[in-house]
C-alpha cells in the first residue's frame, strides 16, 4: 500500500508461494487451528498477522502520548519508575536509552530471549528477569537491538497510568487511530518490541499520522515535536554497534524507527541524548518480512505486508522498493 496526497495511491496484493512455502502454510494453518484456504489466502487490506519489529514504532508512539502529558520525560530515569531496577543498580538507564535501544544491557539473543520471555506471566516477573541481566557497557555508550529496552518502557507506562499495556495502547493510539484489529495478542504478557497483530489498513492510519507530523483526521495525537525528535539519529560515531540485525545495514536509529542514510548525531554534552537533523527515511521492518516506511523528502508513506522468514537480501529490497515509489510517485 503506498499513500500520498491524502490518499491510497496505490494498492495491490501477489502471491508467488511455493509449493514448500504452501505446506508450511498448511502446517502453521493446523498449529493455529484455522482451515488451510484462510492461511493460504491472498492477504488483503484487512488481513490481520504479526508484525514482529513494526511493533517497536507503535510502543515507541505510545511513549510519546505521555510525554506529551509531561507525566514522563525523555531525560528520566527509569529507577523513577521502577525502584527494583534502581536497587540492581540498573536505575539510571534513561527512557531516550530504552527507546535507542542504549541501555547497555546485555540480553539473550533473540530465540533465547523470546524463549525465556514466553515463560512469564506478569510485567513483574519480566522486571526481576531484567535486575539480573549483565550490564555491558553505560547507558548511550552501546548500541543492541532487541526487546529489553521497550518492554522496561511498557512497565514504566503501566506504572504511571496504573493500567496495563494493552489498555493503553488501545486507549492512545489504536482508538484514536481507528487501528480495529490491531493489538498485542490480548492474551499473556504483551510483547511491547514485537508482539502487535495489525492488517494493512490499520498499520498504513498510523503512518499517515507519522506522514502528518502526529495529525489524523484533524485530531493531534502526537505533537510535531516529538514526531520530528523520533526521527533524529540517537547514534555517534563512537557508539558501540553490539548487535544490529543485518538487513539493517549500516542504518541509524532514533525512536523505534531505523534511519536510512542516518545524519550524523553529536551529544552536545557527556552522556547528553544526541541530536542530528531529521532524517528523509525512516522504518520499523518486522522479522516476518513486513517493511513500513516514510519517505518525509516526497510526502509518502508505504506499506509492505509480508509473512517470510527469508532475510536475504531484505535491505536491498525494501529500498529499491522505496527507490520504485519515490520515481512513480514524486511530485
Given at each position: 500500500?503506498?499513500?500520498?496526497?491524502?490518499?491510497?495511491?496505490?494498492n495491490?496484493?501477489?502471491?508467488?508461494?511455493?509449493?514448500?512455502?504452501?505446506?508450511?502454510?498448511?502446517?502453521?494453518?493446523?498449529v493455529?487451528?484455522?482451515?488451510?484456504?484462510?492461511?493460504?489466502?491472498?492477504?488483503?487490506?484487512t488481513?490481520?498477522?504479526?508484525?514482529?519489529?513494526?511493533?517497536?514504532?507503535?510502543?515507541?508512539?505510545?511513549v510519546?502520548?505521555?510525554?506529551?502529558?509531561?507525566?514522563?520525560?525523555?531525560?528520566?530515569?527509569?529507577?523513577?519508575?521502577?525502584?527494583?531496577?534502581?536497587?540492581?543498580?540498573?536505575?539510571n538507564?534513561?527512557i531516550?536509552?530504552c527507546?535507542?535501544?542504549?541501555?547497555?544491557?546485555k540480553?539473550?539473543?533473540?530465540?533465547?530471549?523470546?524463549?525465556?520471555?514466553?515463560?512469564?506471566?506478569?510485567?513483574?516477573?519480566?522486571?526481576?528477569?531484567?535486575?539480573?541481566?549483565?550490564?555491558?557497557?553505560?547507558p548511550?555508550?552501546?548500541?543492541?537491538?532487541?526487546?529489553?529496552?521497550?518492554?522496561?518502557?511498557?512497565?514504566?507506562?503501566?506504572?504511571?497510568?496504573?493500567?496495563?499495556?494493552?489498555?493503553?495502547?488501545?486507549?492512545?493510539?489504536?482508538?484514536?487511530?481507528?487501528?480495529?484489529?490491531?493489538?498485542?495478542?490480548?492474551?499473556?504478557?504483551?510483547?511491547?518490541?514485537?508482539?502487535?497483530?495489525s492488517?494493512?489498513?490499520?498499520?498504513m492510519?498510523?503512518?499517515?499520522?507519522?506522514?502528518?507530523?502526529?495529525?489524523f483526521?484533524?485530531?493531534?495525537?502526537?505533537?510535531?515535536?516529538?514526531?520530528?525528535?523520533?526521527?533524529?539519529?540517537?547514534?555517534?560515531?563512537?557508539?558501540?554497534?553490539?548487535?544490529r540485525?543485518?538487513?539493517a545495514?549500516?542504518?541509524?536509529?532514533?525512536?523505534?524507527?531505523?534511519?536510512?542514510?542516518?545524519?550524523?548525531?553529536?551529544a552536545?554534552r557527556?552522556?547528553?541524548?544526541p541530536?542530528?537533523?531529521?532524517?528523509?527515511?525512516?522504518?520499523?521492518?518486522?522479522?516476518?518480512?513486513?517493511?513500513?516506511?516514510?519517505?518525509n523528502?516526497?510526502k509518502?508513506?508505504?506499506?509492505?505486508?509480508?509473512?517470510?522468514?527469508?532475510?536475504?537480501?531484505?535491505?536491498?529490497?525494501?529500498?529499491?522498493l522505496?527507490?520504485?515509489?519515490?520515481?512513480?510517485?514524486?511530485?
Amino acid at each position: 500500500m503506498i499513500y500520498k496526497d491524502g490518499k491510497i495511491v496505490y494498492n495491490k496484493s501477489f502471491n508467488n508461494m511455493t509449493q514448500k512455502q504452501q505446506n508450511a502454510g498448511k502446517i502453521r494453518a493446523r498449529v493455529q487451528g484455522v482451515e488451510d484456504e484462510e492461511m493460504l489466502r491472498d492477504f488483503n487490506d484487512t488481513t490481520r498477522e504479526k508484525i514482529a519489529s513494526a511493533s517497536k514504532w507503535l510502543t515507541a508512539a505510545l511513549v510519546m502520548t505521555f510525554i506529551d502529558e509531561k507525566k514522563l520525560r525523555l531525560s528520566d530515569t527509569v529507577g523513577k519508575f521502577i525502584p527494583a531496577l534502581s536497587k540492581a543498580g540498573k536505575g539510571n538507564i534513561k527512557i531516550w536509552h530504552c527507546l535507542s535501544h542504549t541501555t547497555g544491557l546485555k540480553e539473550n539473543a533473540l530465540r533465547e530471549s523470546l524463549m525465556a520471555f514466553q515463560k512469564l506471566k506478569t510485567m513483574n516477573e519480566y522486571i526481576e528477569m531484567v535486575a539480573k541481566m549483565p550490564v555491558e557497557e553505560q547507558p548511550g555508550k552501546v548500541f543492541r537491538y532487541g526487546n529489553t529496552g521497550f518492554q522496561i518502557l511498557a512497565a514504566v507506562m503501566e506504572t504511571i497510568a496504573e493500567k496495563d499495556f494493552e489498555t493503553l495502547f488501545r486507549e492512545r493510539i489504536a482508538e484514536p487511530l481507528k487501528m480495529k484489529n490491531t493489538d498485542f495478542g490480548k492474551n499473556g504478557l504483551p510483547l511491547a518490541a514485537g508482539g502487535a497483530w495489525s492488517t494493512p489498513q490499520d498499520y498504513m492510519n498510523f503512518l499517515t499520522m507519522i506522514l502528518q507530523e502526529g495529525q489524523f483526521e484533524g485530531k493531534q495525537i502526537i505533537s510535531k515535536a516529538l514526531i520530528q525528535e523520533m526521527q533524529k539519529n540517537k547514534l555517534t560515531q563512537d557508539c558501540i554497534i553490539a548487535y544490529r540485525p543485518d538487513e539493517a545495514g549500516n542504518w541509524g536509529y532514533g525512536f523505534g524507527e531505523w534511519i536510512a542514510d542516518p545524519p550524523l548525531a553529536i551529544a552536545p554534552r557527556k552522556d547528553a541524548m544526541p541530536d542530528s537533523e531529521r532524517a528523509m527515511l525512516v522504518s520499523s521492518p518486522g522479522l516476518f518480512g513486513s517493511f513500513p516506511w516514510i519517505d518525509n523528502k516526497n510526502k509518502i508513506a508505504g506499506f509492505l505486508f509480508v509473512y517470510n522468514l527469508q532475510h536475504k537480501g531484505r535491505q536491498e529490497r525494501y529500498l529499491s522498493l522505496r527507490n520504485i515509489t519515490q520515481t512513480v510517485f514524486s511530485n
